[in-house]
């Protein structure tokens, strides 16, 4: 068994920034998992499903075979053979994740594949329900969140940089939508586990968030 760090949270709280240094300071494996998701979203989406059609879904995840790579140290994910890393972060592609992540079905297909990632590396793996459910023996739990206010204008910034035309207050009801869905599923919903830390990054920089996840490890 390897090491294992669990980071769950709501969207935009810094999991994948803070998890990405922990993992690079620990010298573990970091796990993205919201990017699996994804790329199960995007071959929803390759077979013209509509978000709404659990049923489709549910059905059609045997035919996506999900697999993770690590070049250079950056986690590439791979979809029937095929690199789709670059197109995970596309709007349309978050937007059928965080309804095909409801799906029963979606998440049972990807379950062996993180439970086997734990297994064999010493992992810093973030997610909604890593701590609950993927690796109820972690080593080390938190859970990390910002106020819906922070977390909006953090992912308000970050798409001004990348030169995309938003609007403040639709990013921010985008991201209370998102936490909705991901707290009010039936299956796996997003919750902070009994034996975890509650992080509140709000008022910390990146550094004093990876400072607090450090000096709770081995
Ligand atoms: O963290 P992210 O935005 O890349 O995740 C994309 C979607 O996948 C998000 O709506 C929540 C879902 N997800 C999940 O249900 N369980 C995980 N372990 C990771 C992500």
């Known amino acids: 068994m390897g090491y294992n760090i669990a980071i769950d949270g709501p969207a935009g709280a810094g999991k994948s920034t803070i998890a990405k240094k922990v993992a690079k300071e620990k010298g573990f494996i970091y796990v993205d998992t919201g990017a699996m998701y994804r790329a199960m979203a995007l071959y929803f989406l390759k077979l013209g499903i509509a978000p709404e059609d659990s049923n489709s879904i549910a059905k059609a995840c045997t035919g996506a075979e999900i697999k993770i790579a ?3 140290g950056m986690q590439q994910v791979y979809l029937n053979g095929q690199n789709v890393t670059d ?49 109820p023996d972690a080593d080390v739990k938190i859970y990390l969140t910002a106020s819906v206010e922070t977390r909006a204008k953090r992912r308000y910034r970050e798409l001004l940089e990348k030169g995309e035309d938003c609007d403040y207050e639709k990013v921010a009801q985008d ?17 902070q586990a009994e034996d975890a830390v509650f992080i509140d990054s709000s008022d910390m920089t990146i550094e004093e968030v990876v400072e607090a996840i450090k000096a709770l490890c081995r």
């Open 87 to 135: 197109r995970l972060r596309e709007e349309m592609v978050g937007n059928m994740a965080s309804k095909s992540s409801a799906v029963a079905e979606v998440r049972e297909h990807l379950l062996s594949l993180q439970r086997e990632l734990a297994r064999t590396e010493d992992v810093v793996m973030d997610g909604r329900d890593i701590g609950t459910r993927i690796l």
């Open 175 to 191: 991201i209370e939508q998102r936490d909705y869905q991901d707290m009010n599923r039936q299956v796996s919903p997003l919750c």
């Open 70 to 72: 690590y070049e250079d």
